[in-house]
């Protein structure tokens, strides 16, 4: 099945000794069905070990430690499962993460690295000139880079006749941020024009009134937002400010992420979301002292990692 992938992902390797935001750590590690089973019938040492670590009910995952962190994670941030025998002993979740795919039944499979990761996120906001690429065959998480054959995206000669319309609009309006030449606040303001999105500024005012009540891991995120103001304007910037290409790349990133026919809300919908998403991100560099890095690993994690937080904020902007 063809895979779409934007073109910094070819490069993303993870690197979890030199991650400062671990995903072995806080998160919940759930075991899919295969891995279970797996874990379950292995005789040796390791599956012993494993085992001792599964906390076997209804929703099969890892035992945290006391400080959450997994108990495979070593202190030099390396997973001794993947020490032992590869990436491929790893439960699903594990081996995937921070990817999301994008499915459009059996014609092609959209694939990037969410944005809770801070190396994905360096690599996309490092990328001058971003664009997507295809590859005939499908790409999993154990497909290595370097026999990945990939060529410049071109949607016509794989998109079905059944989604055609969906995704001619998808890429029309991601070729008009990527290759759109003016400021970023200029380029938002015609492609609302070309959607006809007017009333952006009070949908955007109810998703931040939102914001201090959506269920987040840590408490401290919904406390940014209290008592603040949705519009930022003649704020001193103390740390470097995002450029028009980081913001560019976020916005379609954002967009390429959430607009699919899963959602039900439309296309409109997911772009007023992307840029919402953006103008938190500036919010929390310029107001909130945040440093770039972290302010995107940070709303990510927060917003796009719940479907209920990104489907709560999406029905706001599906009102037009």
């Given at each position: 099945?063809?895979?779409?992938?934007?073109?910094?992902?070819?490069?993303?390797?993870?690197?979890?000794?030199?991650?400062?935001?671990?995903?072995?750590?806080?998160?919940?590690?759930?075991?899919?069905?295969?891995?279970?089973?797996?874990?379950?019938?292995?005789?040796?040492?390791?599956?012993?070990?494993?085992?001792?670590?599964?906390?076997?009910?209804?929703?099969?995952?890892?035992a945290?430690?006391?400080?959450?962190?997994?108990?495979?994670?070593?202190?030099?941030g390396?997973?001794?499962?993947?020490?032992?025998?590869?990436?491929?002993?790893?439960?699903?979740?594990?081996?995937?993460?921070?990817?999301?795919?994008?499915?459009?039944?059996?014609?092609?499979?959209?694939?990037?690295?969410?944005?809770s990761?801070?190396?994905?996120?360096?690599l996309?906001l490092?990328?001058?000139?971003?664009?997507?690429l295809?590859?005939?065959?499908?790409?999993?998480?154990?497909t290595?880079?370097?026999?990945?054959?990939?060529?410049?995206?071109?949607?016509?000669?794989?998109?079905?006749?059944?989604?055609?319309?969906?995704?001619?609009?998808?890429y029309?309006?991601?070729?008009?941020?990527?290759?759109g030449?003016?400021s970023?606040?200029?380029?938002c303001?015609?492609?609302?024009?070309?959607?006809?999105?007017h009333?952006?500024k009070?949908?955007?005012?109810?998703?931040?009134?939102?914001?201090?009540?959506?269920?987040?891991?840590?408490a401290?995120?919904?406390?940014?937002?209290?008592?603040s103001?949705?519009?930022?304007?003649?704020?001193?910037?103390?740390?470097?400010?995002?450029?028009?290409?980081?913001?560019?790349?976020?916005?379609?990133?954002t967009?390429?992420?959430?607009?699919?026919?899963?959602?039900?809300?439309?296309l409109?919908a997911?772009?007023?979301?992307?840029?919402?998403?953006?103008?938190?991100?500036?919010?929390?560099?310029?107001?909130?002292?945040?440093?770039k890095?972290?302010?995107?690993?940070?709303?990510s994690a927060?917003?796009?990692?719940?479907?209920?937080n990104?489907?709560?904020?999406?029905?706001?902007?599906?009102?037009?």
């Amino acid at each position: 099945m063809p895979t779409i992938v934007p073109s910094f992902y070819p490069r993303f390797r993870c690197i979890p000794s030199a991650c400062h935001h671990s995903c072995c750590v806080d998160w919940e590690i759930g075991i899919d069905e295969d891995s279970l089973e797996c874990y379950r019938t292995r005789t040796d040492a390791l599956g012993e070990r494993i085992r001792m670590h599964i906390i076997d009910d209804d929703d099969p995952h890892f035992a945290l430690f006391e400080d959450n962190r997994c108990p495979f994670l070593e202190e030099s941030g390396l997973c001794s499962i993947i020490l032992a025998e590869g990436q491929g002993t790893l439960p699903e979740i594990c081996r995937e993460h921070p990817r999301f795919r994008n499915f459009y039944g059996e014609d092609y499979i959209e694939l990037s690295t969410g944005l809770s990761c801070e190396l994905a996120i360096q690599l996309l906001l490092k990328e001058e000139n971003l664009h997507f690429l295809v590859s005939d065959i499908e790409i999993d998480a154990l497909t290595p880079s370097e026999s990945l054959s990939l060529t410049p995206y071109s949607f016509s000669p794989i998109f079905s006749e059944y989604e055609n319309t969906f995704l001619e609009k998808k890429y029309t309006i991601l070729q008009l941020i990527l290759e759109g030449k003016a400021s970023y606040d200029t380029l938002c303001q015609n492609i609302f024009e070309y959607l006809s999105i007017h009333n952006y500024k009070e949908n955007a005012r109810r998703a931040y009134q939102m914001l201090p009540s959506i269920d987040t891991m840590n408490a401290d995120f919904s406390k940014l937002f209290n008592g603040s103001k949705a519009e930022i304007s003649h704020v001193a910037h103390s740390n470097m400010p995002l450029c028009n290409i980081e913001k560019k790349n976020l916005l379609a990133h954002t967009f390429f992420r959430h607009a699919n026919t899963e959602n039900l809300v439309s296309l409109e919908a997911v772009f007023a979301f992307s840029h919402f998403f953006v103008s938190l991100i500036s919010e929390l560099i310029e107001c909130r002292n945040f440093d770039k890095i972290e302010a995107i690993r940070t709303l990510s994690a927060e917003i796009e990692y719940s479907e209920e937080n990104t489907d709560r904020l999406l029905e706001v902007f599906d009102d037009f």
